[in-house]
């Protein structure tokens, strides 16, 4: 079986620039949840989504935004990319229901130049 | 607030038993979790408790939580070489958001 599945593994851009990052669910999760994890912390929580429906937002800025597809796969994207952006982006997936254990994918590291 | 606290680092003798220690702040937490984070990879999944239990085993890794002084614990026994890795202590918030530790690096002396 296919874990949660993340796209590109690395990327480099330089500030201003815009990035999309993808994720698959494993299958069968309806639910998909994006984390942020600078180095030397733990992740962060940036976003979850339910459905197809934003089900929770953590504390960031506009620049940051996501979607969920009918196919339960997710888009993460983040505008004019700051140097604080540099993270390890993580997706999760989940089932959905009230025990959230959460499955993620080994994250797209992301560096901003 | 929220804040899930843990020790940063934490080195033992190969064979001995491991223990991490966490404090969350949140007493509406349904669910306590531990994850795993090998270098260049992703959080694995090691073991959850939910809140209305006091202990749970799972092979070598025993889990307790003390909910009066929201205090969490992870007990691995035997540590091998293959333990070593960054271990995330984390809880389950309301509207489905998880709040991480900082994570603490266990390093195994041979």
């Known amino acids: 079986d296919a874990g949660v599945t993340q796209s590109p593994t690395h990327l480099i851009k330089t500030r201003g620039q815009h990035v999309t990052l993808r994720c698959s669910p494993i299958?069968?999760?309806?639910?998909v949840s994006w984390y942020q994890q600078v180095l030397g912390q733990g992740p962060q929580f940036i976003f979850q989504y339910y459905e197809k429906e934003e089900r929770g937002r953590g504390n960031f800025p506009d620049r940051f935004s996501a979607r969920q597809f009918p196919n339960y796969s997710s888009e993460l994207n983040v505008n004019a990319l700051l140097l604080g952006d540099s993270a390890l982006y993580l997706c999760?997936?989940?089932?959905?229901?009230?025990?959230?254990?959460?499955?993620f994918g080994s994250g797209t590291q992301l560096s901003v130049l | 607030g929220e804040d899930v606290e843990q020790s940063l680092f934490l080195s033992v003798r190969e064979g001995d038993s491991s223990v991490i220690n966490c404090t969350y702040t949140?007493?509406?937490?349904?669910?306590l979790y531990w994850y795993k984070q090998e270098p260049g990879a992703g959080l694995q999944l090691l073991t959850y408790?939910?809140?209305?239990?006091d202990m749970k085993q799972d092979q070598r890794l025993t889990v307790l939580l003390n909910k009066k002084d929201k205090h969490l614990s992870l007990r691995i026994a035997d540590t091998q070489t293959g333990d070593s890795a960054i271990y995330f202590c984390?809880?389950?918030?309301?509207?489905?958001?998880?709040?991480f530790g900082s994570g603490t690096r266990l390093s195994i002396r041979p």
């Open positions: 984390a809880e389950a918030m309301l509207a489905s958001k998880i709040i």
């Open positions: 299958s069968g999760h309806k639910s």
């Open positions: 408790i939910f809140s209305n239990m």
């Open positions: 999760a997936s989940s089932g959905g229901g009230t025990n959230e254990k959460l499955f």
């Open positions: 949140d007493s509406s937490s349904t669910y």
